[in-house]
């Protein structure tokens, strides 16, 4: 069975590039992001990771760590970080789970229970893990995205996701298709008019069960 929004995520111990972590006591209080990836010193990888290098100024002000998973270990990634750094002009102080025996991949189900990395192995052999995993401070999963080896992450689009995740739990709204920060969102199904005339004041019915408003400030 694989992991399911709101599933409690694995807790485990690991070696990263930046010394051991302990997962959840590694999280605390913070919302988390696991991106993972099939190999170091890959080509569409290098960027990905670079874009989340780019991004470390935003984590920080969602109060949201990352860290990233990789087959390969930690002499590995702390050579590939040059790499990294190179290609997004940015330090990538977030540390790399060395994940060898592939127990943390296969505990957020990214391969299956018999896989193994044979000798001489290439990124075929770990294909599947490249996802996505973005973390409550309850510990709990809030969305996963899995893609192919031959499409590079929107890495925006995580941190709109995230964004509208930590809107949604803040506010108890929800959000519509393509919301960016700053615009209305929607008022769930469960509240009646009434109460959300008092907790948001006016808001457009748009059909009976679609009603948007602005977030209060």
């Known amino acids: 069975m694989g992991l399911r929004i709101n599933d409690t995520v694995p807790n485990f111990t690991a070696q990263t590039d930046l010394g051991e972590i302990k997962f959840h006591d590694w999280i605390g209080d913070s919302w988390a992001i696991l991106f993972s990836h099939p190999k170091d010193f890959t080509p569409v990888c290098t960027t990905e ?16 760590k990352v860290i990233g998973v990789s087959v390969d270990g930690v002499e590995d990634h702390k050579k590939w970080k040059g790499d990294i750094e190179k290609v997004a002009g940015a330090s990538a102080g977030f540390p790399i789970i060395a994940d060898e025996g592939l127990d943390v991949s296969k505990a957020f189900d990214m ?3 018999e896989a193994y990395l044979p000798d001489g192995r290439t990124p075929a052999d770990s ?15 809030k969305l996963s995205m899995t893609y192919p080896m031959t499409v590079g992450r929107n890495f925006a689009e995580v941190l709109r996701a995230l964004d509208a995740l930590q809107t949604s739990t803040g506010a108890g709204v929800a959000t519509p298709a393509n919301w960016q920060t700053g615009e209305d969102v929607i ?3 469960t509240v009646s008019n009434e ?8 808001f457009e019915t748009v059909l009976p069960y679609l009603r948007k408003t ?4």
């Open 49 to 64: 990771f670079g874009a989340v290098a780019q991004l470390s100024a935003e984590w920080e002000k969602r109060g949201t």
């Open 111 to 113: 391969l299956p229970a």
């Open 127 to 141: 294909a599947t893990v490249r996802s996505v995993f973005i973390i409550g401070p309850d510990k709990q999963l």
């Open 187 to 189: 008022i769930p199904p």
């Open 195 to 202: 109460d959300a005339a008092a907790k948001f004041g006016e």
């Open 214 to 217: 602005k977030l209060p400030s």
